[in-house]
Nanobody, 123 residues
Framework: QVQLVESGGGLVQAGGSLRVSCAASGRTFSRYAMGWFRQAPGKEREFVAAISGSGGSTYYADSVKGRFTIARDNAKNTVYLQMNSLKPADTAVYYC????????????????WGQGTQVTVSS
């Protein structure tokens, strides 16, 4: 089992950058593919980005491709989402997710979720 705690959300102006982090508990972090999802008010939760356990494979939603970068540091049990060129449409609660079954599963139906961190982009 893994527990996830997000941090780093906040308020940023459009065009700015922000990095959110997710710290995971446990000794087997590298066995888990990790992902980021987001949920805006009144909308369903949507996939943002995912990364394999080794960090060698990544996958992005079309809406963030070229602006967001997912990365992980297995020595620190942490996954990051670097968000650049932010838009008001990126405003949402961002959730970290994990699954031991790989990058495809973590991007669709992950088993573990964090509590979320709010990202607000002002125009």
């Amino acid at each position: 089992q893994v527990q996830l705690v997000e941090s780093g959300g906040g308020l940023v102006q459009a065009g700015g950058s922000l990095r959110v982090s997710c710290a995971a508990s446990g000794r087997t972090f590298s066995r888990y593919a990790m992902g980021w999802f987001r949920q805006a008010p009144g909308k369903e939760r949507e996939f943002v980005a995912a990364i394999s356990g080794s960090g060698g494979s990544t996958y992005y939603a079309d809406s963030v491709k070229g602006r967001f970068t997912i990365a992980r540091d297995n020595a620190k049990n942490t996954v990051y989402l670097q968000m650049n060129s932010l838009k008001p449409a990126d405003t949402a609660v961002y959730y970290c997710a994990a699954d031991s079954l790989g990058i495809v599963v973590v991007s669709t139906r992950p088993n573990y979720w964090g509590q979320g961190t709010q990202v607000t982009v002002s125009s």
